[in-house]
């Protein structure tokens, strides 16, 4: 299956989860996730970075974008910081 990002992430480690990521200044995060597949990360980066930018002017400047990580190292993250933001923004959303 074929990306919305145009690569085949088939190949990629059966444990292989997936964030959105941010980072700024040499630090960085992993604010939404895991996911199962890079297409559902993609899918919410800009909510993300709205949600961010609301609690936050300054995310404005920061890098967005997604990344996968693999093994035990998802496991070890931990659910992303704004997970239950985003959740509540999109049952708002929903009505
Ligand atoms: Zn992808």
Do not use: Q
Request: hydrophobic share 40%.
């Amino acid at each position: 299956m074929i990306c919305p990002c145009g690569a085949d992430h088939s190949a990629d480690a059966e444990g292989s989860r997936y964030f959105v990521s941010v980072r700024d200044a040499g630090r960085s995060g992993f604010p939404a996730g895991p996911y199962a597949t890079h297409a559902e990360a993609l899918a919410d980066v800009e909510a993300v970075r709205e949600i961010a930018y609301r609690l936050d002017g300054m995310t404005h400047f920061f890098e967005w974008g997604t990344a996968r990580v693999d093994g035990d190292a998802a496991a070890k993250l931990g659910p992303g910081k704004l997970n239950e933001a985003l959740k509540v923004s999109r049952e708002r959303a929903e009505g």
